[in-house]
């Protein structure tokens, strides 16, 4: 049985580096990547590029309900996104990212930072080898996207809101390195995608 993602103890801000690891161990997904269920259809639901949830139209209100859907997300190799169960396989349309970035959390300098950040479904996601931060290859026009799950390059992605994406780049610049870059868990993250 899937059951939807826990609410936070407390916090986000108040939640120390180490509460939040002890939160992404414990937090448990459903294996959606190794279902592959015969029966398929349409949900009727999509996910517009603000984060809400509508199902038919209607904007889905239940916060339980959209962190239940979300914890069933799954992104096609042709770059489509399905809810999937066991038993079927439901297209859904997403706008942009399936996610979004909304709050952030920085411990450390350089080399040693490690960010986590907290996503409009309550999840917590440590950007690092596994969990890329990307940018976009045109500095005029940035588009930053932190990698959820699944295969990188094809998985799901969360969209870093703006009010982030410019703390990042204060912490890059104040880090002096050339080009500017973030590091995150024992990756490092250029500010422009080559």
């Known amino acids: 049985m899937v059951t939807p993602a826990p609410s936070l103890p407390k916090d986000f801000s108040q939640l120390s580096l180490t509460e939040a690891a002890e939160l992404?161990?414990?937090?448990?997904?459903?294996?959606?990547?190794?279902?592959?269920?015969?029966?398929?259809?349409?949900?009727?639901?999509e996910i517009r590029a603000d984060g809400s949830w509508y199902h038919e139209g209607g904007r889905i209100n239940r916060p339980a309900m959209v962190k239940l859907f979300s914890t069933i997300l799954r992104r096609e190799a042709d770059g489509s996104h399905v809810l999937v169960?066991?038993?079927?396989?439901?297209?859904?349309?997403?706008?942009?990212?399936?996610?979004?970035?909304?709050?952030?959390?920085?411990?450390?300098?350089?080399?040693a930072r490690q960010l986590v950040f907290r996503l409009d479904?309550?999840?917590?996601v440590m950007?690092?080898?596994?969990?890329?931060?990307?940018?976009?290859?045109n500095p005029d026009s940035p588009d930053p996207r932190l990698h959820v799950r699944g295969?990188?390059?094809?998985?799901?992605?969360?969209?870093?809101?703006?009010?982030l994406y410019y703390e990042i780049?204060?912490?890059?610049?104040?880090?002096?390195?050339?080009?500017?870059?973030?590091?995150?868990?024992?990756?490092?993250f250029p500010l422009v995608d080559r």
């Open 127 to 137: 950007a690092g080898p596994d969990h890329l931060l990307t940018f976009g290859s």
């Open 121 to 124: 479904s309550d999840d917590l």
């Open 151 to 163: 295969a990188i390059g094809n998985g799901l992605d969360a969209r870093i809101d703006r009010a």
């Open 85 to 111: 169960t066991p038993a079927e396989r439901l297209r859904i349309a997403v706008e942009d990212t399936p996610f979004r970035a909304v709050e952030m959390k920085s411990e450390g300098e350089g080399a």
């Open 24 to 45: 992404l161990a414990a937090r448990k997904l459903p294996p959606v990547d190794q279902w592959h269920p015969e029966r398929s259809g349409d949900s009727f639901m």
């Open 169 to 188: 780049v204060e912490m890059a610049l104040a880090d002096q390195s050339d080009p500017p870059a973030i590091w995150s868990n024992g990756a490092q």
